[in-house]
């Protein structure tokens, strides 16, 4: 008799938990349709606003910026391709690298690039100034990055001292003591400094071309990179060579070349004269 009470005890409890089990699942049912419908409603919003939003984030050019790309879209484009993102066995992306980049390859010549070599040469430059100037302003908007500094004697208080003294610690490597160039790996050469003007020299130093290392403002101070190319210009530049001929400013390595042929030979033949003379 009880053990037929329990079991029917049990079978109302079952399905008293029935309704509540489906009432349960009917809520989960409907927050899930509530979450799919929310999430459609903000994909049809994101369709429908998302074109205004995203031509406000491409903000008109300057003056200077628009005359730069009419430029680039003739000189430049096929190389760098549209919006200066390049373009694969071409040439790199632009974006980003700053008008300092732009200055020193443009003004220099070594861009446009006549052909594709292991290192661009330097040659008469094919834009004006005022067009190099347009050009790197047209980068410069599109992905910002480094600027060289107003003016054109960017050396006027550099100090030739500690200019030599960094130019010998980083540049001499590469740039010969004498600042004539050297060559390096690969049919790659470190170019001479002679023809460099201020400019040029302070955006290689941002910007880092070809083999060369970028001398951020974390590397070097702006006060010093003024020191380096004070020295650059005020010694190197000038025919100061108190100890004669310079032997192509070459730097010790060829002195101690020459004064080891010219002293070993000097030697040899003084011992056979004093030999033939004994």
């Not at 446009?112 to 008469?124: G, T």
């Not at 590469?174 to 002679?194: D, E, T, V």
């Amino acid at each position: 008799m009880t053990s037929d009470n329990d079991r029917r005890r049990g079978l109302l409890a079952r399905l008293r938990e029935r309704p509540a089990a489906r009432s349960r699942g009917r809520r989960r049912l409907g927050a899930a349709v509530r979450l799919i419908a929310a999430l459609m409603l903000a994909g049809g919003a994101y369709t429908v606003f998302a074109p205004g939003a995203q031509a406000q984030d491409n903000p008109q050019l300057t003056g200077a910026a628009a005359e730069g790309k009419a430029l680039f879209d003739v000189s430049c484009v096929t190389c760098h391709g549209r919006n200066a993102q390049g373009v694969e066995g071409r040439g790199p992306s632009l974006v980003g690298v700053g008008a300092a980049s732009v200055e020193f390859q443009v003004s220099s010549g070594r861009m446009p690039l006549a052909r594709q070599e292991a290192q661009a040469h330097r040659k008469p430059p094919v834009f004006t100034d005022e067009q190099t100037r347009q050009l790197g302003q047209y980068i410069q908007e599109l992905g910002g990055g480094p600027v060289v500094p107003a003016g054109d004697d960017l050396h006027e208080d550099g100090n030739v001292a500690s200019g030599g003294e960094l130019f010998r610690i980083n540049c001499s490597q590469c740039h010969a003591f004498g600042g004539g160039g050297g060559a390096l790996s690969s049919g790659k050469f470190a170019p001479s400094l002679h023809p460099a003007t201020d400019r040029q020299i302070y955006a290689a130093m941002l910007s880092g071309p070809q083999n060369m290392p970028v001398f951020g403002d974390n590397q070097l101070r702006p006060e010093q990179k003024a020191d380096i190319i004070a020295y650059i210009q005020e010694t190197l530049k000038h025919d100061q060579d108190p100890g004669g001929f310079n032997l192509g400013r070459y730097g010790p390595s060829t002195e101690g070349l020459a004064i080891f042929l010219v002293g070993i030979v000097a030697l040899v033949f003084a011992s056979l004269w004093i030999a033939g003379k004994s």
